[in-house]
């Protein structure tokens, strides 16, 4: 692959160079070794796990394909993947479509456990892939968390959580993989549920029930921009980096002084607030124009309508809408833009869950 360059300021220039390499190298057990404490399980174990709002990166220039973490809020959703794990005596066989990524990660959970034998492992995601909703770290996440379980729990899930997060990666068109950005926002809020606050290095700042009784709606706005390749590389870890460099002390006192309060006591229209001051704040402005500005024309209409909650995931274009307001209201709004829900559900604040 190409060397790809970041710039954050002036004088900081950095390069990467993405060379990509087979499933199972590189791999960073974190000193894990639980050996002595799997027990193959005979039957299969299923887990499923909630899709994640990632409402906001930190500070980009906090990490880089070797150096996981940036910190950042996101919150889990009532959106689920499942993944299914049987032990077999050898071989992997895995029935989804990202296989290289998913041999990674069986290579680092046999590292850590010591398991020699195979799997049988079956995924069914959540099908929205490339909108903000996290469908590579949920599938992580399950397909980890079921290995797991299955080999008797030597892991906690916090443990899990990390290696996932210091082993990320995404797959390459001939079969390899190549190391990955990640904040460990998603992770986190589908292991545990509700919103997680996280800081640098996947540290877990604060996790918190979240707004369990209001409607969570998605709208996605049909964008043509590229958000999963090159130039989202280029305009995020280009332009993102260098507006964190201006704005993340800001951020980082809103987090700490409003929004985690907020959090703690439930007020979800201070929550919110706090979310649209950050759309326009840092990183998270040049993810929402590299989309397009007409987002931002969307979430202020929202937002004068009265809606508490409304920002965009990740990298867009999905937007997400809290509100005690039903769906009628909603759609009063968006139907202008020619815009439809494209999901209707809640938060779950319930995380990971375990169905043998």
Not at 65 to 72: Q, R, T, V, W
Not at 172 to 182: H, I, K, P, Q, Y
Request: negative net charge; glycine residues 10%.
């Amino acid at each position: 692959m190409a060397r790809m360059t970041i710039r954050g300021g002036d004088l900081d220039l950095v390069e990467y160079d993405f060379s990509p390499f087979p499933p199972g190298e590189h791999i960073n057990t974190l000193g894990y070794d639980c050996r002595d404490r799997v027990s193959p399980c005979k039957g299969p174990v299923t887990v499923r796990v909630p899709a994640r709002i990632h409402s906001s990166v930190l500070d980009m220039n906090r990490f880089a394909p070797d150096h996981p973490g940036g910190g950042g809020i996101g919150f889990a959703i009532r959106i689920y993947g499942e993944a299914t794990v049987r032990c077999t005596p050898s071989d992997v066989k895995i029935n989804y479509s990202r296989i290289p990524m998913l041999r990674h990660l069986v290579a680092v959970m046999k590292a850590v456990t010591g398991y020699s034998g195979g799997f049988i492992i079956d995924v069914v995601d959540h099908e929205r892939k490339h909108v903000g909703l996290g469908s590579t770290g949920t599938v992580l996440i399950a397909v980890a968390h079921a290995i797991n379980v299955a080999l008797g729990t030597p892991l906690t899930r916090e443990q899990v959580r990390l290696l996932v997060g210091h082993n990320y990666v995404e797959e390459t068109a001939s079969g390899d993989v190549v190391g990955g950005f990640e904040t460990g926002v998603g992770p986190a809020a589908v292991t545990y549920g509700g919103m997680a606050v996280m800081g640098d290095e996947l540290t877990l700042v604060c996790q918190h029930s979240f707004a369990g009784d209001k409607n969570v709606f998605i709208i996605i706005p049909p964008m043509e921009a590229d958000v999963a390749g090159e130039s989202e590389f280029h305009i995020l870890m280009n332009r993102a980096r260098s507006l964190d460099y201006r704005d993340r002390e800001l951020k980082a006192y809103l987090i700490m002084m409003d929004l985690i309060p907020a959090l703690v006591k439930d007020d979800l229209r201070r929550i919110g607030d706090v979310i649209w001051e950050i759309e326009f704040r840092g990183s998270k402005r040049a993810e929402v124009e590299h989309n397009s500005f007409e987002i931002y024309q969307y979430m202020a209409k929202l937002r004068e309508a009265g809606f508490e909650f409304v920002g965009m995931s990740s990298v867009g274009p999905s937007i997400s809408v809290i509100t005690e307001k039903s769906r009628e209201e909603l759609e009063a709004v968006i139907e202008q833009f020619g815009l439809d829900i494209a999901i209707e559900t809640q938060v779950d604040n319930e995380g990971i869950q375990i169905i043998r």
